[in-house]
């Protein structure tokens, strides 16, 4: 059974920094794109951060120099560090894995329950 567990958000103050952990288990990770999106109250969730599963990277304007996404293979983990917090970055943060791993394979799709980060100013 595949599981992807977000942790490691939580309150910080503004100009602080918090690293979440996205854990994936029950198939292989490796063959798979990442991804952190996040939702603020009252507004559509939004893309912030994916890792290709080559490493590319790819990051919302709003966050770039600020966020930083990495994956570790070998831990089935990916990591988002987020630095020089905003109160617009107050969400809950989610983890999406994704991706077909090879042609006419199956198109996979998980999302994780999500963490909430807060930003006070």
């Known amino acids: 059974q595949v599981q992807v567990v977000e942790s490691g958000g939580g309150l910080v103050q503004a100009g602080g920094s918090l690293r979440l952990s996205c854990a994936f288990s029950g198939r292989t990770f490796s063959d798979l794109a990442v991804g952190w999106f996040r939702q603020a109250p009252g507004k559509e969730r939004e893309f912030v951060a994916a890792?290709?599963?080559?490493?590319?990277?790819n990051y919302a304007d709003s966050v770039k120099g600020r966020f930083t996404i990495s994956r570790d293979n070998a831990k089935n983990t990916v990591y988002l560090q987020m630095n020089s917090l905003k109160s617009e970055d107050t969400a809950v943060y989610y983890c999406?894995?994704?991706?077909?791993?090879?042609?006419?394979?199956?198109?996979?799709?998980?999302w994780g329950q999500g963490t909430q980060v807060t930003v006070s100013s």
């Open positions: 890792i290709s599963r080559s490493g590319g990277t």
């Open positions: 999406r894995v994704w991706g077909r791993p090879s042609a006419g394979s199956n198109i996979y799709d998980y």
